[in-house]
């Protein structure tokens, strides 16, 4: 059973649009929110996190939301830019390592 | 640079053979992690290891095995390598010090082919 689902497989996006990609989990113990981007031949990179004590965190283009009754969280990019197209995982941790979820592709089209 | 590094990056073999795929890292992290990625499937963990003396199996550890030869090296057997295992495989690492947002660091990958 997927404990993390993000349910977009890919995502196309204008220039200068907002990119909103979400992510829902099963597990309520869950305390951590990560967000990872990943380009073609490269490892995946930490792009932003947020704790389960707090619903938004915001690093320049990115915010994440985080809905804890709806076991849901999505990340906001604004505004977006050919160079944000990649697949974006969205991970959570609890007391056992980081569970991803299977990616969405973003591609910003100029 | 303090780094995740990951030999090789690219292997081609054929059924049957032993295929060894090596990580080392110079962050200082206690915590190695070996990951497969395949197309549709997203991330999924095969080992990980806490310390040198700690190796604990992940979602998927069936077919492959690990050896942590010390903090800074893990590395991931095939012992018999099969077709379906050819995929994309990942290390990270994690400082125990990051606490419950277990932010992992990840090395460039190594694709495996296996015919």
């Known amino acids: 059973d997927q404990q993390v689902k993000q349910n977009s497989p890919s995502l196309s996006v204008q220039e200068g649009r907002i990119s909103i990609l979400n992510c829902d989990y099963t597990n309520s113990m869950f305390d951590y929110f990560l967000w990872y981007k990943k380009y073609p031949a490269e490892g995946p990179t930490f792009l932003i996190s947020i704790s389960s004590i707090k619903d938004k965190n915001e690093d320049g283009r990115f915010t994440v939301f985080l809905n804890k009754s709806a076991k849901h969280l999505s990340l906001h990019i604004v505004p977006s830019q050919p160079g944000d197209s990649a697949v974006y995982f969205c991970?959570?941790?609890?007391?056992?390592?980081?569970?991803f979820g299977k990616g969405t592709r973003l591609s910003v089209i100029a | 640079d303090a780094d995740v590094t990951q030999t090789p990056r690219n292997r081609i073999t054929k059924t049957g053979k032993r295929i060894m795929l090596e990580c080392s890292q110079t962050?200082?992290?206690?915590?190695m992690y070996w990951y497969r990625q395949d197309p549709g499937l997203g991330l999924r963990l095969i080992y990980y290891s806490f310390d040198v003396k700690d190796i604990n199996k992940g979602e998927i550890s069936d077919g492959y095995s690990v050896s942590r030869q010390a903090q800074a090296k893990f590395s991931l057997s095939l012992e018999s390598a099969i077709p379906n295992q050819t995929a994309l495989y990942f290390c990270?690492?994690?400082?125990?010090?990051?606490?419950?947002?277990?932010?992992?660091?990840f090395g460039p990958g190594t694709r495996l082919t296996v015919l």
């Open positions: 991970a959570v941790s609890g007391n056992t390592p980081l569970v």
């Open positions: 962050k200082g992290h206690d915590r």
């Open positions: 990270a690492t994690s400082d125990r010090t990051s606490g419950s947002s277990n932010e992992q660091f």
